[in-house]
Every structure is written in C-alpha cells, then in structure tokens.
C-alpha cells in the first residue's frame, strides 16, 4: 500500500501537510505527535528549506508485519551535511525495499561528538552492537570510509550478508554481494 508522507495522521487526526502548512504560515502551536510540546515538523521542514515536495514523497508499506532489519554502511566523514542526506536517502529506498533501514550514523551524531576520539570509538562500538541485530549489512557510498572498512570486516567475521549497494539518481540499482 503506498503512502503519502504528508496523509499521515497525528495522533489528534491532523496530517503532517495540514500540521506543517499551519506552521509555516506562523501559526504553529507544537506538533499533537510529539508528547514533550515540541514541534516535529518544522526541523524536518527546514532540512529542504521548506520545500513543501517533501510532503508528496511516497512510500510503500509493506503487507507483511515482520520486518528485516538492515543496517545501512556509508560514509559520514568529510562533507557530513551531504552525507547524512544522502544515508537518509538510503534508509528510503531501504524502507522502500520494505526493510527497517538502522542507521546510526544519522542519529549517533547527533549526541556524540565525532571530533572527540573516545565519543567517536564509542559511536562505532554501540553501532556494531546494533549492526549485529541485523539481517544484512547494506555499503553506500562511492568510497569506503575507515569506519565503514571496521564496520564491513565485523559483518563479514559475524558471517553477515554484506551487499554493497548503488544507486543512481534514478531508481535503477546493482548490487554486489560478499
């Protein structure tokens, strides 16, 4: 079943266009969604500049209840901003495969310091742990980065499937399994 990311409902019955449409005309009173009164839609919003396209994104849900979790290998050193966007796109076109794409890059950065040793080791080490809960490690990227080098020999000594991924601007994808 395919969904609109903006019909989504919150749990008052209002959708995520109605909710960010109130908010970009300055009307926002804080998202029904979130319980701690703090507005959901607007960083997400700012992400595009407010691009209000990101409301028609689609995506298909799966029938099924039972979801493979993939942990999803790219790089996040160098130019970040342009690195995160790009594994966001990747956990949707995992989630458009009809996976749980598991990221932590995209989140672990958010509240560990990348640029402090310890933090970064940290990161790396709770990353392997949830990359072990997975049924399959999913490489991006058009290098390998030395923490995706560490992550990709884990899978591979863990037996995990590693399938390193392509895709282009189109929805077109090879794969390469090791």
């Known amino acids: 079943m395919k969904v609109r990311f903006g019909d989504l409902k919150f749990k008052n ?8 449409q109130r908010c970009l005309a300055g009307e926002c009173n804080n998202c029904p969604m979130d319980d701690n009164d703090e507005c959901y839609i607007m960083p997400v919003m700012a992400e595009d500049d407010y691009n209000l396209e990101k409301l028609n994104y689609e995506f298909e849900i ?3 209840r039972t979801f493979t979790k993939v942990y999803i290998c790219s790089p996040y050193r160098g130019d970040t901003k342009k690195n995160i966007a790009a594994a966001v796109e990747y956990c949707r ?13 995209i989140y672990f950065t958010q509240f560990l310091n990348n640029e402090i040793p310890e933090q970064r080791e940290f990161g ?14 999913w490489v991006f990227g058009d290098y390998i980065s030395e923490g995706m080098k560490q992550e990709i020999e884990a899978a591979t000594a863990a037996g995990q499937k590693v399938v390193f991924k392509h895709i282009p601007a189109a929805e077109a994808e090879s794969e390469v399994e090791v």
């Open 13 to 20: 019955g209002e959708t995520v266009a109605t909710c960010a």
């Open 62 to 64: 799966p029938e099924t």
């Open 93 to 105: 076109y995992a989630i458009d495969k009809g996976v749980i794409p598991i990221a932590p890059h």
């Open 124 to 137: 790396l080490q709770i990353g392997l742990d949830a990359m072990s809960e997975c049924s399959e490690v």
